[in-house]
Structures are given as C-alpha cells and as structure tokens.
C-alpha cells in the first residue's frame, strides 16, 4: 500500500513540476486509478485546470482548493515535489499506477461474482469478460529518441517511404488541404439545419467505397433514418419519397436496387441509441479495433455524449469529453470525426444574418478546438427564399495542423443528400465529379 501511494505522489509532483506531462496523463490514467482519496481529489482538480487551460501549480491548486472548499496543506504539495529527484520516471509511474489500479479492479470484480450465488456460470464468464475488455493497459508509453530515428525518417522522406497519405474524402480540393490520418481528431461545426449530419453521411459514404470500417454514432437519428439518406444519397432519388414511402418511377426503383446492393458491401457499423457515455464508447472502440473492424469513428454529435467519470460544468464536460474522443485516435490511431454544433452568437446582431463562424464559435469549450487536428464549418450561401432542393455552402477549413485552411464552395443538394464540391461562375455553382478511387493511394 506504501508502494501505491508513493507512486501517485510521483505523479502529481510530475506534473507540478513539468505541465506538460498532463498531456500525456489525461490520455492513460483517470481519477478512479488513484487508491489514495486525497491524490484523487487533487488530480480531479488538475483536471479542472487543465480543461480550462490554467497553469498547475501551487497558487492555482491552493486558489481551486479554497474555491470548492477542500482543505489541503500547500506543504503537502511542496513536500511531493521536493522528494521527487526527476520527472523522468513519469511513463514507469503512469504505468506502475494503471497496473495497481486494474489488479483492484480485476480483485473486485473476482468478490463480486463469488459473493453472488444467483449467477450463472453464463453470466460470470458474460460479466468478467465484459469487465476485462474494459480495463485500459498501458504498453508503450516510452518516449522515442530522436537521435536514434531521425536519421532513418530523413531517409525515408527523401525516398518517399513511411508517409501516411490519409484517407481520401473523394473531394479534390478537401483533400489538397486536409489529410484525415490515423490519430486525428476531425471537427465539423455548423449551426443546425445546415447538413452538418449529411456532410457526415457523404464523408462516411465515400470511405466506405474505399472498403473503409467505419463506426457511426448518431445519437439524433435512427438506424432506419440513416439507412434512408444513405439510400437517398446512393441511389440519388429524393429522400422524402423513401421515407414516406411514395410513389417511385421505374427507374427510381433500379436504382434503388443497386444502391441497395453497393450499401450491402459497405461495412457500416452504427449507434443510435440516443445516449451513450464516452467511457462505453472508448470501450466499444477498443473491441472493434481488436476485431479489425474499425478504420473511422464518426460521432454526431459532441454535445449529446454524456459521462459517467467527469462531473461538473458543461463546459468542462465538454473538454473532457473532447479529450477522450482525441484519445480514442491515438491509442488506436484510428482518424475520429466528430460534429459539434456553434453557439448562438453567429448571427450578426447588425444585420441578423448568419455570419461566417470562427473557432471561438464552438459550442461550449474551447477545448474542443483545442484537441482537434482540424476544424471544418459549414456556411450556408442560400436565402429562405432559395430552392429548397438546391443549397451553395462554404466549406471552410478553419483549423489544420497537417495542411491549409481556406474555403471550398460546394452545392447541397437537400433532397438526395448529396454534396458536391465546385466553383461559382455567376452566382451559379459548376460542380466537380468525386475523385476516381482506382487513382488514389488508399
């Protein structure tokens, strides 16, 4: 029990000491990991503090302390600190404290099963496995060094080799500037209404065409809802005359058929349950990923996932959330697409139009903005008073650290939920055909 606490002291001093290693520990380790009560509310509080971008250390903890009431000695802090020699033990540390923290885990789930005799050998082999695929290791946490690899990587960009390209979008110039890449957090904002779940539904579409597996979790539309626009969008025949069922031509139908037969060979997993809790969805990730059947995750949206760990302000909610989300890319480097609604203030209060967003639109933290590799918005071009079935967007990438930002005019086509990348030439869009996948390296 020495042992444990002494572990977690060397963590909390590590990233009193050294920030930054925060980064690192949000994505392995949480507050339930700590078995020591007082280590847990002081990390819990960390947590605060790193959501809402503040500094740690002793006058920010001890100001937070004060603020929520918990009694802590600064002494205690500074003791923590002083003992600790370095910050270079702090992977061992992460990796000592989740191990201790799942042996707990593994003993409590052990006297759980034996103290209940009305289970059933079905349901403790159902439960412990359920309970196992959840614990989280940590394998390689290790820093790199530089000087043992630059010399390879230099050689292998002046060769061409080891460079992930991404997966295509099959928009040209989407993907001229942006690479959705394993370990990427991808955020598409828009205000409601605007196609953010239909860009969505194109992108999971075009992936899936490349024999990508994709995992979708729409917590606002049914599985039926998504099938219907995917049939929509495929066999290009309006979605109001699918889902209600009307009258079709015979070449409607036909279509259809074949939209029905290329969707069959898709490998589309989704969600729909209208909740789910971000830990389960970490945990649904990893199974597939240890399945091999997952290549994209596409949440719609951040802001109806829900937690079971993290308590507190929406806002810091949301941050947290946003964290997990980015975790789930680059412990399966896997690329996470995820649709975020904006605040209510992108309407100009001048002329009560609806303004181009910017990041600090997002919706209830700035942590998402953060966390993501890139940021997309969606601006609609059209009026009310425009055709309904015909609507110009801007596409605009707001944020990239793998590539550029800019704008890219596309046409949505509402009715068959298809969206077409192109130019405008005198307030008429000229749309471009999707890129050949048979020509990109996928």
């Known amino acids: 029990m020495m042992k444990n606490l002494v572990i977690e002291k060397n ?10 290693l925060m980064d690192k520990a949000v994505v392995y380790i949480e507050d339930n990991d700590f078995s020591d009560k007082f280590n847990k ?23 937070d302390f004060n603020d929520y009431g918990i009694k802590v000695d600064v002494n205690y802090l500074i003791d923590i600190t002083n003992l600790l020699p370095s910050t270079n033990g702090f992977d061992t540390y992460l990796k000592q404290l989740k191990e201790q923290s799942n042996r707990a885990k593994i003993k409590q789930y052990y006297e759980l099963v034996i103290n209940d005799k009305g289970l059933s050998s079905y349901d403790i082999v159902d439960y412990m496995k359920e309970k196992f695929d959840s614990l989280k290791h940590i394998d390689n946490t290790e820093l790199l060094n530089m000087q043992d690899n630059i010399d390879k990587y230099v050689q292998d960009i002046k060769c061409g080799r080891g460079v992930e390209s991404g997966i295509p979008t099959l928009y040209h110039s989407v993907d001229e500037k942006l690479s959705i ?17 239909a860009l969505a539904l194109n992108f999971i579409h075009h992936f899936a065409m490349q024999n990508k597996k994709i995992l979708f979790i729409s917590l606002e539309m049914t599985e039926k809802e998504i099938i219907n626009r995917l049939i929509s969008l495929t066999a290009e025949v309006d979605a109001t005359k699918i889902t209600r069922r009307l009258p079709l031509t015979e070449q409607e139908k036909t279509r259809i058929v074949v939209a029905k037969q290329k969707l069959k060979k898709h490998f589309i997993n989704i969600f729909d ?35 079971s760990q993290y308590q507190g302000q929406r806002t810091n909610q949301i941050g947290y959330i946003s964290r997990k989300l980015k975790q789930i890319a680059m412990d399966l480097k896997i690329p996470v697409i995820a649709l ?25 933290s700035g942590s998402v903005e953060q966390d993501a590799n890139a940021v997309l918005f969606i601006h609609s071009l059209s009026k009310d008073t425009d055709d309904f079935d015909d609507k110009y967007v801007k596409l605009i990438i707001a944020k990239n650290r793998s590539g550029s930002v800019g704008k890219i005019f596309m046409n949505f086509k509402s009715n068959i939920m298809r969206f077409r990348e192109g130019e405008l030439d005198n307030g008429v869009l000229r749309e471009y055909p999707l890129q050949e996948i048979k ?3 996928v």
Request: with cysteine; proline share 2%; net charge positive.
């Open 11 to 20: 963590i909390l001093a590590c990233i009193i000491i050294e920030n930054k």
């Open 41 to 63: 509310v002081i990390y819990q509080r960390m947590l605060s503090l790193y959501h809402k971008n503040y500094a740690i250390d002793y006058t920010t903890l001890m100001t």
């Open 181 to 197: 890449t394993g370990g990427s957090l991808i955020v598409i904002g828009a205000r409601p209404g605007v196609g953010k779940s």
């Open 273 to 307: 349950r209208g909740s789910l809790k971000v830990e389960n969805l970490v945990q649904l990730c990893n199974k597939l990923k240890q399945k091999q059947e997952l290549d994209i995750l596409v949440v719609d949206y951040i802001g109806l996932l829900d937690s």
């Open 340 to 364: 975020s609604q904006l605040n209510r203030n992108v309407v100009d209060k001048a002329n009560g139009k609806m303004r181009e967003p910017n990041l600090s639109d997002l919706r209830d």
């Open 439 to 441: 020509t990109l390296e």
